[in-house]
């Protein structure tokens, strides 16, 4: 990424303070940011990624980015950050210890703001920015409510705050180059310290293009939530309106280190915002760990000068929601190999079409929207033809199009039934007729179906398998898991991943309903031997994946490995 002007840093900042200034020539803004040299990385990154493969680069092609500084396997851990800042999300807020992350046994709870929980007395003690958020905190759900604003970004954007003060105080021991002397250096080499506020302030914010009313109402919060903060922690409004569009565009999750797809933390690691960047065919994926650090680890082979990369979106989504839903959050339009490939050669094609009718081995190639057609929605209805990939025929692109609207709307109204009727056999009778729990490889697909791969069918399978586990349908629940499974490595047969922390989920669901079986059926020793051995393959799958994508010690790794020595 690149960094943004000026007008965007953060006021009083220690680290911006000690640059000079430099003289703005709108004239002249265009021809230097064509032909001017490109910024040199700071030192500062060099230093903490130095015993990492990894080279940090800054191109006028590509901006910030990584790449490899050698040949790579997978599961090679490429970046270890401590967050800037970060937070429990309200939904878990009394679940997780704030400091470790780890799950609450024994609760230890502030008094005094009730707002912040801990595992330990260490935890307690390691917490060095709560006594100057205390008070902040305790008013924060109320200027949420006022303002409708979310709770979690404004105690983020505290927190962040209170790690400024903190750094401008270590900055008092420093010997004028930036680097603190004595016990603060000395403790620095001994543990992992958190990335420096001043490195926030190389992340773009996209303000500009960031919703007019959302800077409305986090402006009318940031003034209430700056009057409750000690006078060493305030900053101007509007550089508190740009740091929580910064949030908003660059922040992480961290996931449950012992659960499945679930955030339970938010947080803003700069070093890994900056450095690793977006693709929808990711060689790395990132992974939160205990005490509020991330990692990167590559996902599959990676070659020197390769640009390391990771994926922020669902993969399986068609290419049009991709690039809507970076728009939307990132604001970004994505040109990534994957989304920029010819669509009659790409994977994409299979995501959002229809099986041909003449040769029913492959789809019509729907074309991608435009940036504009995105934007400001398509002026028209489909026309003309489509062509099949394979064969060439055509069908007309109102066909096709009915076609993918009926699916889309047996879809929604599937969820429908689940979230707000909680008729999970409505729910199900919608979401059946979507998915197929027939071998991808041998099944016949009749010609102007959704294909098999179709996101919509992929969609709709995950809900439609928790439905039957509702029902206590673990045969129908086990079909559909497969195909899950199935449909995800049949994309990776096409380079899309094969390592992935969801396909691992799925593997682990699998077990586990395979589990179920095994005890339905204990007076019945074949079968029960059978589903036991079909329970521990599927740990034992889910186990590999996870030594890649998060490595053999992690939590979620060591719990799935003794799931399958359990079985």
């Known amino acids: 990424m690149v960094v943004e002007n000026n007008k965007d840093d953060i006021k009083n900042d220690p680290k911006a303070d000690s640059e000079p200034k430099?003289?703005?020539?709108?004239?002249?803004?265009?021809?230097?940011?064509a032909s001017g040299p490109i910024d040199?990385?700071?030192?500062?990154?060099?230093?903490?990624?130095?015993?990492?493969?990894?080279?940090?680069?800054?191109?006028?092609?590509?901006?910030?980015?990584?790449?490899?500084?050698?040949?790579?396997?997978?599961?090679?851990?490429?970046?270890?950050?401590q967050g800037t800042a970060f937070v429990v999300r309200s939904e878990y807020i009394d679940q997780h210890c704030h400091v470790c992350l780890n799950s609450l046994i024994t609760k230890?709870?502030?008094?005094?703001?009730?707002?912040?929980?801990?595992?330990?007395?260490?935890?307690?003690?390691?917490?060095d920015t709560h006594t100057l958020v205390c008070s902040t905190l305790v008013q924060v759900d109320s200027i949420a409510r006022a303002t409708d604003v979310d709770p979690d970004l404004l105690r983020l954007i505290t927190l962040l705050l209170a790690r400024r003060q903190r750094d401008n105080e270590a900055a008092t021991n420093t010997n004028g180059d930036g680097k603190d002397n004595g016990e603060s250096d000395q403790k620095s080499k001994q543990t992992l310290t958190p990335t420096p506020f001043w490195c926030t302030n190389d992340l773009l914010s996209h303000r500009n293009l960031t919703n007019p009313a959302f800077i409305h109402v986090v402006k009318e919060a940031g003034q209430r939530l700056l009057s409750e903060m000690p006078e060493s922690m305030q900053i101007p409004v509007d550089d508190l309106i740009t740091l929580a569009c910064r949030i908003n565009s660059n922040a992480h999750g961290l996931g449950d280190n012992e659960a499945r797809n679930t955030d339970v933390a938010l947080g803003l690691f700069p070093v890994s915002a900056l450095f690793f960047n977006h693709a929808c065919n990711p060689n790395c994926a990132f992974v939160g760990l205990?005490?509020?650090?991330?990692?990167?680890?590559?996902?599959?082979?990676?070659?020197?000068?390769?640009?390391?990369?990771?994926?922020?979106?669902?993969?399986?989504?068609?290419?049009?929601?991709?690039?809507?839903?970076?728009?939307?959050?990132?604001?970004?339009?994505?040109?990534?190999?994957?989304?920029?490939?010819?669509?009659?050669?790409?994977?994409?094609?299979?995501?959002?079409?229809?099986?041909?009718?003449?040769?029913?081995?492959?789809?019509?190639?729907?074309?991608?929207?435009?940036?504009?057609?995105?934007?400001?929605?398509?002026?028209?209805?489909?026309?003309?033809?489509?062509?099949?990939?394979?064969?060439?025929?055509?069908?007309?692109?109102?066909?096709?199009?009915?076609?993918?609207?009926?699916a889309q709307q047996l879809y929604t109204e599937g969820m429908m039934a689940i979230r707000k009727q909680r008729d999970y056999s409505r729910a199900r009778a919608k979401l059946?007729?979507?998915?197929?729990?027939?071998?991808?490889?041998?099944?016949?697909?009749?010609?102007?179906?959704?294909?098999?791969?179709?996101?919509?069918?992929?969609?709709?399978s995950i809900p439609l398998m928790n439905c039957l586990r509702h029902n206590q349908d673990i045969n129908a629940a086990i079909n559909v898991n497969r195909?899950?499974?199935?449909?995800?490595?049949?994309?990776?047969?096409?380079?899309?991943?094969?390592?992935?922390?969801?396909?691992?989920?799925?593997?682990?669901?699998?077990?586990?309903?395979?589990?179920?079986?095994?005890?339905?059926?204990?007076?019945?020793?074949?079968?029960?031997?059978?589903?036991?051995?079909?329970?521990?393959?599927?740990?034992?799958?889910?186990?590999?994946?996870?030594?890649?994508?998060?490595?053999?010690?992690?939590?979620?790794t060591v719990a799935v490995m003794k799931l399958a020595s359990s079985v």
């Open 22 to 33: 430099k003289k703005s020539n709108k004239k002249k803004k265009k021809s230097a940011a």
């Open 40 to 81: 040199p990385i700071d030192p500062y990154y060099e230093q903490v990624m130095q015993k990492y493969p990894v080279f940090l680069r800054n191109t006028r092609a590509k901006g910030r980015h990584a790449t490899a500084n050698k040949q790579l396997e997978e599961g090679t851990a490429l970046c270890l950050e």
């Open 432 to 460: 059946e007729t979507l998915v197929t729990t027939k071998k991808i490889e041998t099944q016949s697909v009749k010609g102007g179906d959704l294909h098999p791969r179709n996101a919509i069918r992929f969609n709709a």
């Open 483 to 556: 195909y899950i499974i199935e449909t995800m490595e049949a994309h990776a047969k096409e380079n899309l991943p094969r390592n992935t922390p969801e396909i691992s989920d799925f593997w682990q669901n699998l077990g586990e309903l395979c589990e179920l079986m095994a005890s339905k059926n204990s007076d019945r020793a074949a079968l029960n031997k059978r589903w036991k051995k079909e329970a521990r393959e599927a740990f034992d799958h889910a186990a590999r994946v996870r030594a890649v994508v998060f490595g053999p010690d992690h939590p979620k």
């Open 290 to 406: 205990q005490n509020g650090r991330l990692t990167h680890r590559t996902i599959r082979p990676v070659q020197r000068d390769e640009e390391l990369t990771v994926s922020y979106i669902d993969l399986y989504a068609s290419r049009d929601e991709r690039r809507q839903d970076l728009l939307g959050s990132k604001h970004f339009w994505c040109k990534c190999k994957r989304c920029t490939s010819p669509m009659d050669t790409s994977v994409d094609r299979f995501l959002q079409s229809t099986v041909c009718k003449t040769c029913h081995e492959d789809v019509y190639v729907i074309p991608p929207s435009s940036l504009d057609d995105l934007t400001h929605g398509k002026s028209m209805e489909p026309s003309g033809e489509w062509k099949c990939a394979k064969c060439g025929s055509t069908a007309s692109a109102q066909s096709i199009s009915a076609t993918i609207q009926q």
């Open 108 to 127: 230890m709870m502030c008094s005094d703001c009730r707002k912040v929980y801990y595992c330990s007395k260490d935890c307690l003690e390691r917490d």
